[in-house]
C-alpha cells in the first residue's frame, strides 16, 4: 500500500485563464465515467489521470505522466486563483500539474507532505500562498506548522516548556528524545 502525498495547488494569473482552467477541472469532475469496477480509479471522476487525458490530451502510461492519485476542487474562484487539493501515492504529481499550469498560461504553487517519508515541500519560494517552513510533530501536541525557527523554538518552550538557546540545541536535544519532531519543508 502505497503512502499517500495529499498537496494543495494554487493555480493564479489572467482572470480569463483562470476562470478556464476552473471550468474545465469541474467539467472534469462532473463527468459520468463508465463503472469499470471497485479495482480501478477509472470509474471516479475525480482520478487525476481524467486530468491527464481530457485537459492536457496525453496518455499517462503512454506519455510516462505520474497521475496516480485523486482531487478536490474548491468551486470558487477568488482572486484569480484556483484551488484544490489531490491525493496521491508517495509524491506529488509535479510534471503533470507543470504541464498543466503551461497550458493555461498560468502560474502554479503547492505545498505536499507524505510524512512517512518525510516528503514536506513546496514550491512557493516567496512564501506569497505557502509561507509555512518548518511542521511539528509529537506524542504530546498536535502537528503544528510554522514560518520562523524563532516560531518552533517559542512553541517548545510553552508547549514542553523546553528552552532552547539556539537551533542547535533544539535539533541535539530532538535526536535524544520521542517527545517531538521538527521537520524542515523544503522549497523546491
Known amino acids: 500500500m502505497a503512502n499517500t502525498c495529499f ?10 485563464k483562470a476562470k478556464k482552467l476552473l471550468e474545465d477541472l469541474k467539467r472534469v469532475i462532473n463527468t459520468k465515467r463508465k463503472d469499470l469496477g471497485p479495482d480501478t480509479y477509472l470509474s471516479e471522476s475525480d482520478w487525476l489521470g ?6 492536457l490530451g496525453k496518455d ?11 482531487f478536490y476542487l474548491e468551486d470558487e474562484l477568488t482572486n484569480n486563483e484556483v484551488r484544490f487539493t489531490t491525493a496521491t501515492r508517495w509524491t506529488p504529481c509535479r ?3 507543470k504541464m498543466l499550469a503551461e497550458k493555461y498560461g498560468l502560474d502554479h504553487y ?7 517519508c518525510e516528503l514536506l515541500e513546496t514550491n512557493d519560494d516567496q512564501g506569497m500562498y505557502y509561507t509555512n517552513r518548518y511542521m511539528v ?22 508547549e514542553l516548556g523546553k528552552d532552547f538557546g539556539s537551533w542547535e540545541e533544539m535539533r541535539a536535544d530532538e535526536e535524544n528524545t520521542y517527545e517531538y519532531n521538527v521537520y524542515e519543508i523544503d522549497v523546491v
Not at 481524467?50 to 485537459?55: E, K
Not at 502510461?61 to 505520474?66: E, L, M, S, T
Open 7 to 16: 498537496t494543495d495547488y494554487t493555480f493564479v494569473g489572467e482572470p480569463e
Open 50 to 55: 481524467w486530468i491527464v487525458r481530457d485537459l
Open 60 to 70: 499517462e502510461k503512454a506519455d510516462n505522466i505520474h497521475c496516480g492519485g485523486t
Open 95 to 97: 510534471e503533470m500539474f
Open 110 to 116: 503547492y505545498y505536499a507532505e507524505e510524512i512517512g
Open 137 to 158: 510533530t509529537g506524542s504530546d501536541i498536535e502537528d503544528q506548522y510554522f514560518d520562523t525557527k524563532e516560531d518552533v523554538l517559542a512553541m517548545l518552550k510553552e
